[in-house]
């Protein structure tokens, strides 16, 4: 560790946790705004909004003064589909929350229900820059097409843990979906729109005349979906499924984003010019399934030059929710392989606070928007680079969690058993 980087440290241990007024001076500023990266630049937060950035800030004198010495500071990470709160161990059943094997649980199923803001897994994460994340639902096999309502989680206080519940309805399609139905991709359309028309057929006087797909609370919560309120997430990946699922989407009037989109990129033009979002995993590059035979290294790069709206997610790898904190490193991945750094940052900051919606208070660092950002001691796409000190909503939060207590506990017996003096 470098003598600026102690230092720093120092400085942010022994600031106040929730002053009223914080100054973070001398740093370099990835604002994600118009006015883009500020060089020696000062934040200026008051409560939990930030009140001034730029080079020439005027610090009130009430404020806490904290030179960072050059740091690198971004917005607070935001990780676009996890189950944070929702599970612990995956491989353990009673420890997951995310949904149901049970089909007649469907789309009014709400993830909100079952959220521990208490779970060892949130500091892991936020420690490591993570602030916000969709806490997604997900079924197993035979669970239902509609996984249900996800919430947008905010990883930095108990008590606003919640940052928007319902902010989506997931759904599963390509080859799981259709095992779901018993058929292929014909199958899998007609269940969708039988659901669809269930919800358009709701109060009707001449309802349509066949056995329901759908229960009375499931069809409530689908209204706002085919209302245009509320974004359907759907998982597929092959560029068949999108290319159908845009004339689905069109037909019904609903906001479509597409998770997984391992094939995406070959149908780049028709999202870009239908405005709709792809969160990916950017180092899923391998034929896995016949519907990710066209995966590729670049597909983020490729999608990005299209003018699609990206995001990028660490659950489609296998990582699963405890290491949501890579998404930083799948985002220096996608530089690697032709994506802009600065729209990589922005995959893993702005663009899923737009894609669900709350762009107007988080994503950037600008005036009147919630000062949520992370101190860097290095470039934040790069693995070596530590994050020094995290900010939620203005809060500076305790840099602890489960790893680092076991840590500092074990690291202090192996120090006591070097120095204890020998038996005789």
């Not at 709160?85 to 353990?92: Q, T």
């Not at 997610?313 to 994506?339: D, K, M, P």
């Not at 750094?341 to 009147?368: H, K, M, Q, R």
Request: charged content about 15%; overall charge negative; proline content about 6%.
């Amino acid at each position: 560790m470098t003598r600026t980087l102690v230092l720093l440290c120092a400085a942010l241990a022994y600031a106040p946790a929730h002053a009223a007024t914080v100054a973070l001076t001398h740093a370099r500023i990835h604002t994600l705004s118009a006015v883009g990266t500020l060089e020696n630049a000062t934040l200026l937060i008051r409560n939990d909004a930030i009140e001034a950035v730029g080079p020439e800030v005027a610090i009130p004198p009430d404020a806490t003064v904290i030179d960072t010495k050059g740091a690198v500071i971004t917005p607070g990470l935001f990780d676009a589909y996890t189950h944070l709160g929702l599970e612990e161990i995956s491989g353990v059943e009673e420890s997951v929350n995310s949904g149901s094997n049970n089909p007649r649980y469907s789309a009014a199923l709400d993830v909100v229900d079952g959220l521990n803001p208490r779970s060892v897994l949130i500091p892991v994460n936020r420690i490591e820059g993570i602030t916000y994340a969709m806490a997604a639902p997900s079924s197993g096999p035979e669970g239902p097409l509609f996984e249900g309502r996800g919430a947008v989680v905010s990883l930095g206080t108990l008590d606003s843990f919640v940052a928007k519940p319902q902010a989506a309805m997931f759904v599963v399609l390509g080859e799981g979906g259709a095992a779901r139905v018993k058929g292929g991709r014909p199958a899998l359309l007609l269940a969708l729109r039988e659901a669809f028309e269930e919800v358009r057929q709701l109060g009707s006087s001449s309802p349509v005349q066949r056995p329901a797909q759908l229960g009375a609370l499931d069809a409530a919560a689908l209204k706002p979906v085919l209302a245009g309120e509320m974004p359907l997430v759907a998982d597929v990946n092959s560029a068949a499924d999108i290319h159908a699922l845009l004339q689905l989407a069109e037909d019904y009037g609903f906001k479509l984003i597409i998770h997984g989109g391992a094939e995406a990129h070959l149908v780049a033009k028709e999202l870009a010019a239908k405005q709709v979002p792809v969160i990916l995993d950017p180092t899923l590059n391998l034929p896995t399934h016949f519907e990710s035979l066209a995966a590729r290294a670049d597909a983020a790069a490729i999608l990005a030059k299209a003018g699609v709206r990206i995001a990028f997610s660490s659950e489609g790898s296998g990582n699963g929710s405890h290491n949501s904190r890579n998404i930083r490193q799948l985002a220096g991945n996608a530089v690697a392989h032709g994506l802009p750094w600065n729209a990589a940052l922005a995959a893993v900051t702005f663009n899923p606070a737009a894609i669900y919606g709350l762009d107007s208070t988080l994503g950037t660092l600008e005036v009147g928007k919630q000062a949520s950002f992370v101190v860097w001691d290095g470039d934040p796409l790069e693995a070596t680079t530590t994050a020094v000190q995290v900010y939620a909503a203005g809060r500076a939060v305790p840099m602890k969690s489960r790893q680092t207590e076991l840590r500092d506990r074990y690291l202090q017996r192996r120090a006591a058993a070097l120095v204890r003096p020998a038996t005789p």
